[in-house]
């Protein structure tokens, strides 16, 4: 028989034996007498092994429900954890006399919570701990998406009882550009035609007055100029023709209205706010609203008008921002008066939106948008008489009305950090008062030739025009 076989079989053995990996030690807790090693550290749904040097003959668990407990022999004692908490553990002799009080804490299994932190969020340097029966979280991770999944895995393991003390590095506030532009128009015309006659037919007692007219000549009375020609107070144009035949009185009147309005109203509201903390802007007034109370007596309360808004940035990843916000535009309402208890209030107009939308530093979102049309034409006339052609026309009034609004609402967010208070300009930075020979001898209304000191006077000497931020020409 060969040896050769034999012998390389055995060397395979040996190669095999010295590779493979060594059994994990247990976990144990020496028991020595009236003493232990230390606090036994239980993870739930596992187990531990307690080794004692005095053979015990009776051991008993305070709260089972915590712990449960079983002998491997008379010094070796199994311990599983059930559920978060702590209770003790007693051993005793085989006299009765008490050996120790093991204090037993069954803690989350955070050895496989690690592990599916570290596959779910890789590179993110999140400490775990544990704490009485709960988990903390610290560190500092990238963003708010990442710690808002380890928190969401951490509940998991421990439901209700998980301790956040994990923060967010980078930039997390976030300056939010509103620019509020709107544009009415309004086109109005109106044309209309009035004739009136008056006098008297016959002489002596046989006299008959005569009186008859239309439009702004329906009451005239007297001669041209005097009574029968009344135009409007708001017409533009007018053109008046009367003549007399002895005692008869002839009158023609024509009046033009035509006028166009244009309104442009634009405001850019800049608000800095922390991540996930609300912040509003007012910019305008407060107008006082009369209230009678029940037993008749008057208080004031005030509505705000103007430019409001009001946002809630979250920086979510990166330079990702998510903005949940409400823009409003109000004005008084002059055409709208309400009288009650001998006090006059005027209405308000009011143009708001309400949104979230989400976009990255510097994008822009057109988050609302208006474009209101109104039409309106009026035609009146003398029944019979304004139908006949031509002539017609002196019978007959006719109005027309346009009104046209655009409003566009736009947002820009911005990550910011701080700076050093010196390196900012002002408005008022470019503006100094003039002296007295600069006003009474030049009339300049504002002071030259002098700069204010430091960082602010080397600011405000440049080309302030940025994407954001308020130049005073």
Known sequence: MSLKPVVTAALAGLAVAAYA?????AQTLRVLDQTTSGDLQVPMNRAVVVESDEPFAELSIANPEIADISTLSDRTIYVLG???????????????????????????DVGE???????????EPIEVRTANDGIVLSGTVSSIVALERALDLAQRYAPERVSNLMT????????LKVRFAEMQRSVSKALSGSLALGGTVGGGDGQVALFG???????ASGSLGNGPVTPRTDANGQVG???????????????????KGVLRTLAEPNLTALSGQEASFLAGGEYPIPVVGDEGSISVEYKPFGVELTFVPRVVDGDRINLEMAAAVSGIDNSVVVQNEGFSVNGFRRRETTTTVEMRDGESFAIAGLLQDDFQDLSGQVPWLGDIPVLGALFRSAEYERQQSELVVIVTPHLVSPVRGEALALPTDRVVP????????????VGGGRSLPGAAGEVAKQDFSGSYGYVME
């Open 168 to 175: 967010v590095g980078g930039t997390q506030q976030v300056m």
């Open 82 to 108: 059930r559920a978060p908490g702590r209770t003790t553990l007693t051993l005793l002799n085989a006299e009765g006399r008490l050996i120790t009080n093991v204090e037993v804490q069954v803690t989350p």
């Open 213 to 219: 007219g239309t439009g702004a000549l329906a009451n």
């Open 113 to 123: 919570f690690k592990e599916r932190l570290r596959q779910i969020l890789p590179g």
């Open 21 to 25: 990996p060594a059994p994990a030690a």
């Open 434 to 445: 003039p002296t007295e020979q600069e006003l009474f001898l030049y009339g300049r209304t």
């Open 241 to 259: 023709i009367g003549f007399s035949a002895g005692d008869l009185e002839f009158a023609v009147l024509l009046e033009a209205l035509e006028s």
